[in-house]
T-cell receptor, first 116, second 115 residues
Framework: AQSVTQLDSQVPVFEEAPVELRCNYS??????LFWYVQYPNQGLQLLLK??????LVKGINGFEAEFNKSQTSFHLRKPSVHISDTAEYFC??????????????FGSGTRLQVQP | EAGVAQSPRYKIIEKRQSVAFWCNPI?????LYWYQQILGQGPKLLIQ????????DSQLPKDRFSAERLKGVDSTLKIQPAKLEDSAVYLC?????????????FGPGTRLTVL
């Protein structure tokens, strides 16, 4: 079985400050890792994904994440946030051995609240 | 390119009633997913289709939920009869069928309230 843990349910931060949203996963096999963002009353939008190669992944809107296999983590970071980054952020995984099964397993989400 | 379309956006029903949701995926996307997102939680897969065949329905409550994808394009998800705990947002997503790295594109969801 696999699981995804997002340690912080809410993260308040001031505008232009840096932010890190934490994600840890557990799996006995290799996984593919994703971060999605959900704005109010909208569907989820892919921010970035790690499939292989460089462990530092850059995504849209200035976000980046680093895959750390030894710590089974995939934390999301942004050096300077904007008010428009206020949203719910979800970390998700797919197991590499699940032939044909491509469903994402999501964490419970982190609410990023950017204050002026 | 048009995104994933879902309707209705909102639905309120009484418990024990039936309800149906519709999804139109991005053109050319072979794989379609239905997820259930309960308030305060991440989405959870209900069913995955590849073309019009079911790949994974292991978490679908089959005594009350059903889904179909006729002709490998549009899909409908039905609940009959609904329970209070079915109150959630139902998200449809689609992707190409190139591998694990495929991006899943999500629709805006249908918010179901069961009274």
């Amino acid at each position: 079985a696999q699981s995804v843990t997002q340690l912080d349910s809410q993260v308040p931060v001031f505008e232009e400050a840096p932010v890190e949203l934490r994600c840890n996963y557990s799996s006995s096999v290799s996984v593919y890792l994703f971060w999605y963002v959900q704005y109010p009353n909208q569907g989820l939008q892919l921010l970035l994904k790690y499939l292989s190669g460089s462990t530092l992944v850059k995504g849209i809107n200035g976000f980046e994440a680093e895959f750390n296999k030894s710590q089974t983590s995939f934390h999301l970071r942004k050096p300077s946030v904007h008010i428009s980054d206020t949203a719910e952020y979800f970390c998700a995984v797919i197991r590499s051995m699940d032939t044909g099964r491509r469903a994402l397993t999501f964490g419970s989400g982190t609410r990023l609240q950017v204050q002026p | 390119e048009a995104g994933v379309a879902q309707s209705p956006r909102y639905k309120i029903i009484e418990k024990r009633q039936s309800v149906a949701f519709w999804c139109n995926p991005i053109s050319g996307h072979a794989t379609l997913y239905w997820y259930q997102q309960i308030l305060g939680q991440g989405p959870k897969l209900l069913i995955q289709f590849q073309n019009n065949g079911v790949v994974d329905d292991s978490q679908l409550p089959k005594d009350r939920f059903s889904a179909e994808r006729l002709k490998g394009v549009d899909s409908t998800l039905k609940i009959q009869p609904a329970k209070l705990e079915d109150s959630a947002v139902y998200l449809c997503a689609s992707s190409l069928d190139r591998g694990f790295g495929d991006t899943q594109y999500f629709g805006p969801g249908t918010r179901l309230t069961v009274l």
